[in-house]
């Protein structure tokens, strides 16, 4: 059963960059056409698609962070990755990574990690 | 502001059947059948229920359904039971630039 595992620290300071990485277990993301995407929730709020990047490091960032959002894939440890810099209290959020099905006929979230709080605090 | 639009809360007795709408656009909901529905338990990650507007994943319950009229979809839960009391976010392609939209979530109370 494939699974999705967030990790990253649990705070990071205003202005600085938040780095979580999502590790794939039970399912190899390499040679196949889904993407690889985040999406997080501030606490008590509703969900919002950041971006997904597919195992040829095809990205696609949602528009309002695309300034500062950068996603990385790494085969080699069935790893994908997300950098947000300048970050913000705004920025506090529960962070999922999640596998994306799209592609010309479809477009849902099938797998999601356990989710991972990050704190943006000084 | 949501790209969709959800109702906040919906409730209903069990064993009733409650529906869920969200409406979005043409370059969402109503452009594509790319609509998918997810279940969020408190502090639990979103579980996947419904995708490309009435399929449901295997092991989900067919007391959930999906469909679609113009810009609005919907999600309706039959018999309803206490385990359906969650979180409803409803999701969307869409072709206005940020490929994925959600709505705001509906709470759902099981009375």
């Known amino acids: 059963q494939l699974q999705l595992q967030e990790s990253g620290p649990g705070r990071v300071r205003p202005s600085e960059t938040l780095s979580l990485t999502c590790t794939v277990s039970s399912y190899s993301i390499s040679g196949t056409s889904y993407y690889w995407g985040w999406i997080r929730q501030p606490p008590g709020q509703g969900l919002e698609w950041m971006g997904g990047i597919s195992y040829t490091e095809d990205t696609r960032y949602n528009p309002s962070l695309k300034s500062r959002l950068t996603m990385s894939v790494d085969t080699s440890k069935n790893q994908f990755s997300l950098n947000l810099k300048s970050v913000t209290a705004t920025d506090t959020a529960i962070y999922y990574c999640?596998?994306?099905?799209?592609?010309?006929?479809?477009?849902?979230?099938?797998?999601w990690g356990q989710g991972i709080l990050v704190t943006v605090s000084s | 502001q949501s790209a969709l639009t959800q109702p906040a809360s919906v409730s209903g007795s069990p064993g009733q059947s409650i529906t869920i709408s969200c409406t979005g656009t043409?370059?969402?909901?109503?452009?594509?059948?790319?609509v998918s529905w997810y279940q969020q338990q408190p502090d639990k990650a979103p579980k996947l229920i419904i995708y490309?507007?009435?399929n449901r994943p295997l092991g989900v319950s067919n007391r959930f359904s999906g469909s679609k009229s113009g810009n609005t979809a919907s999600l309706t839960i039959s018999g309803l039971q206490a385990e359906d009391q969650a979180e409803y976010y409803c999701s969307s392609y869409t072709s206005s630039g940020t490929l994925v939209v959600f709505g705001g979530g509906t709470k759902v109370t099981v009375l």
């Open positions: 043409s370059s969402d909901v109503g452009g594509y059948n790319y």
């Open positions: 999640a596998r994306h099905v799209a592609g010309g006929s479809s477009s849902f979230f099938d797998h």
């Open positions: 490309d507007v009435k």
